[in-house]
């Protein structure tokens, strides 16, 4: 297995509608295998192909405190949500620090395939729901922040370009001869 390099926001490919799994083979499991020990170690719940640059739907969730509950899913899709919705903070492995309210359907039913290729169901309510809502949002393009107002948006862009800047200003320069 092998930690894969996360992409952060506002990096566009973040943005690439992930293509859907035809088939499971050995790639697709190694890669689910590579995607949990690095969402494992970040340390987060869930993680998205699309978050490490690859654009096929797929993603790893594990909401339990010991680690023991990780589920895999390939071509999710939400079958059913209920009418009442619940806010949540959420954050992101792609928008480290940064966390914030939103509002989300509480209870879903996702179809999906495992990694034996075959389709399976699965209800989610409370931190399981959120977390594979979040994720799939991600195969579809779509980051949470997308959820909040333009204001906190630009706020968090303006955070994330003086970080950069104060980055770039404490990097080593080489010396020319």
Known sequence: MALLPLLHYPDRRLRTLAQPIAHVDDEVRRLAADM????????????AAT???????LIVVDVTEDRSGLITLI???????SEETKVWDEGCLSVPGFYDAVERPDRIRVRATNLQGETFEVE??????VCIQHEID???????????????QTRLQD?????KERAADKAPVLARG
């Open 124 to 129: 989610a309510d409370g931190l399981l729901s």
């Open 138 to 152: 991600h195969l579809d393009g779509k980051v949470f922040v997308d959820y909040l107002s333009r204001l906190k």
């Open 36 to 47: 949990a020990e690095t969402m494992y170690e970040a340390p987060g719940v869930g993680l």
């Open 159 to 163: 955070k994330i370009k003086k970080q």
């Open 51 to 57: 978050q490490v640059n690859v654009h096929r739907r």
């Open 75 to 81: 071509n999710p899709e939400i079958v059913e949500a």
